[in-house]
């Protein structure tokens, strides 16, 4: 490709929802989102010839299947060189032996940063900030969530990770900006608890700007 990968894709991240079909086609990947992949497996991405083929499984919702898309462009972009004869990740996002490949370079380190590439690309920072900031400053998170089509968890996610999530205490489901006290203290909070589950779930802000500057200079 004379385009490095990042300058072809980001002109798709600048409407929602991002068409994230139509930018792993502008790769000159082969597109498969409908495929029949072993139970479990929700991604999938291995070369064919010359190029990449990247799947997910007919299986699931169009949100599951539209963010293992993007996972798995986050490892092309990301881990070419450790895709090898390929790579298949679970609900859990990670390549065992449950599917056609049991690729062990791929560690979980490299599926956390396959995430963070996927919401970044699924739900850019500079669109959500500007949903956020139209009308009221309170917003239903199922209402983003359908607008950017991902799930609600992948929303929320999200949006904690730049630092623009608050549960309020009458209703859960609003969205308001959060001070930079707060920040810091969830922060804190996370890595004082070091709550594997939780970390999971909810990248911190310093290890998301850290990806965001690695998949810049791609």
Same mark, same amino acid.
């Given at each position: ?6 300058? /072809? ?35 999938? /991405?291995?070369?064919? +010839?010359?190029?990449?083929? /990247? ?28 895709? +090898?004869? +390929? ?42 900030? !500007? ?21 609600? +968890? ?21 969205? /308001? ?16 608890? !070091? ?24």
């Amino acid at each position: 490709m004379a385009n490095k990968p990042m300058d /072809i894709l980001k002109p798709f991240m600048l409407q929602v929802p991002v068409d994230v079909e139509r930018a792993i086609r502008s790769l000159k990947m082969r597109l498969r989102r409908d495929a029949d992949l072993p139970d479990n497996i929700v991604g999938e /991405i291995k070369p064919v +010839g010359e190029i990449y083929e /990247i799947s997910s499984s007919v299986k699931d919702a169009i949100t599951q299947q539209r963010f293992a898309l993007a996972h798995e462009l986050g490892h092309l972009i990301l881990h070419r060189d450790l895709i +090898g004869e +390929g790579v298949d990740d679970t609900t859990e996002y990670r390549c065992t032996g449950e599917g056609n490949f049991y690729n062990n370079s791929i560690q979980k380190i490299h599926e956390m940063q396959a995430n963070s590439f996927a919401a970044n690309f699924l739900m850019p920072a500079d669109l959500l900030r !500007n949903e956020l900031r139209k009308g009221s400053k309170e917003f239903v998170l199922v209402d983003l969530s359908e607008k950017f089509v991902v799930s609600e +968890g992948a929303m929320e996610w999200r949006l904690i990770a730049l630092g623009l999530w608050r549960r309020d205490e009458i209703d859960e489901e609003k969205v /308001i900006p959060r001070t930079h006290e707060e920040n810091a203290a969830e922060f804190l909070k996370l890595r004082q608890d !070091n709550d594997q589950s939780e970390r999971s779930r909810e990248v911190s802000a310093e290890f998301f700007r850290s990806m965001q500057a690695q998949i810049e200079k791609r």
